[in-house]
């Protein structure tokens, strides 16, 4: 069983940075990503990284911003965000996914969650 824990969430203004923490990967392969909850209430992926290449993936909006690594002797998942802007404002969620070698962009295709954290960027 995988029990994802997500923290680092809070307000800043435009331009600041936050890092993001999800603690409780104990996967070996797969992959793990970070999702963001949009105002329309769907999932979109932020970023995902394959455990075992360390290949990852990110979406056009944060590409050059954010950048997602993990520690694996620490069983952490981590997004540093930088560049910070209002519409990155969201409830952020940690995931992972068993069995894979590449980022899928469906969330409903992930095995795990974690419970959120939520980001607030003010302009």
């Known amino acids: 069983q995988v029990q994802l824990v997500e923290s680092g969430g809070g307000s800043v203004q435009a331009g600041g940075s936050l890092r993001l923490s999800c603690a409780g990967s104990?996967?070996?392969?797969?992959?793990m990503g970070w999702f963001r909850r949009t105002p329309d209430n769907q999932r979109e992926v932020v970023a995902g990284t394959v455990i075992r290449s360390g290949a990852t993936y990110y979406a056009d909006s944060v590409k050059g911003r954010f950048t997602i690594a993990r520690d694996n002797a620490k069983n952490t998942l981590y997004l540093q965000m930088d560049g910070l802007k209002p519409e990155d404002t969201a409830m952020y969620y940690c995931a992972a996914r068993v069995g894979v070698t590449w980022v899928p962009l469906d969330p409903g295709q992930y095995n795990y969650w974690g419970q959120g954290t939520q980001v607030t960027v003010s302009a």
């Open positions: 104990t996967l070996s392969t797969g992959c």
